[in-house]
């Protein structure tokens, strides 16, 4: 079953801008993690944020958590060629196995 | 250091035909493994996870089948194909029920 939905379905920007891409959830988690798949391949693990975190960095990556609103958001700044992808959050509950995925982001950077 | 194989990295099988499908893990003992099926524009659904030899749970019922004969080996198999079995299969595996997953690069099949 899907729980996180993320927002937009794709996104389309021009290289150098900054790319934010929402992800919503419904029930409590233990974490919230974002990957990356390049068309074709296989998931790349980008951060993971607890759920007793707000925000934390990784490069130009910038994650954020409301666990009120159960959402989170993915900042990419300054973006290039090489970021387009299809971007997806997973939430990890506190006693279960599997992640919950959403449907993902794809994101496009123009050249 | 840690690394997942996963092959064939494309599969065309005729409907009916048997499947197996192969995912290895190096540089990691015990881990906990998953397989995922992707169809096309769309999220992932969790298959088959094991966090053990002979240790298999199915989160959805159907076709196919799974099976980790050694700590670090999960295979996928199906007796008889279906087109609906057509996708993208992901094997991962994590350290901890938590954190991240290591995805391999995925074996993308198609039945017809």
């Known amino acids: 079953s899907q729980q996180g939905e993320e927002d937009p379905q794709a996104l389309s920007i021009q290289e150098g801008e900054n790319a934010t891409m929402n992800c919503s959830y419904k029930?409590?988690?233990?974490?919230l993690q974002w990957y990356r798949q390049n068309s074709g391949r296989g998931l790349v693990h980008l951060i993971l944020?607890?759920?007793n975190e707000r925000e934390k960095h990784s490069g130009r990556l910038r994650v954020t958590l409301d666990t009120s609103k159960k959402s989170s958001s993915l900042l990419i700044t300054a973006s290039r060629a090489a970021d387009t992808a299809s971007y997806f959050c997973?939430?990890?509950?506190?006693?279960?196995?599997?992640?919950?995925w959403g449907a993902g982001t794809k994101l496009i950077i123009k050249p | 250091s840690q690394t997942i194989h996963q092959w064939p990295a494309t599969l065309v099988q005729p409907v009916g035909s048997p499947l197996s499908l192969e995912c290895t893990v190096e540089?990691?003992?015990?881990?906990?493994l998953y397989w995922y099926r992707q169809a096309a524009g769309r999220g992932l659904q969790l298959l088959f996870y094991?966090?053990?030899?002979?240790?298999i749970s199915s989160e959805v019922p159907q076709n196919l089948s799974a099976s980790r004969p050694q700590d670090r080996q999960f295979i996928l198999s199906s007796k008889k194909l279906l087109l609906s079995d057509s996708g993208f299969y992901l094997c991962?595996?994590?350290?901890?029920?938590?954190?991240?997953?290591?995805f391999g690069s995925g074996t993308r099949l198609t039945v017809v």
């Open positions: 944020i607890r759920s």
């Open positions: 991962a595996w994590r350290v901890d029920l938590r954190g991240g997953y290591t």
């Open positions: 540089g990691t003992s015990n881990p906990n």
């Open positions: 094991s966090v053990g030899i002979g240790q």
């Open positions: 997973a939430t990890s509950g506190d006693s279960n196995y599997q992640l919950i």
């Open positions: 029930t409590s988690i233990n974490n």
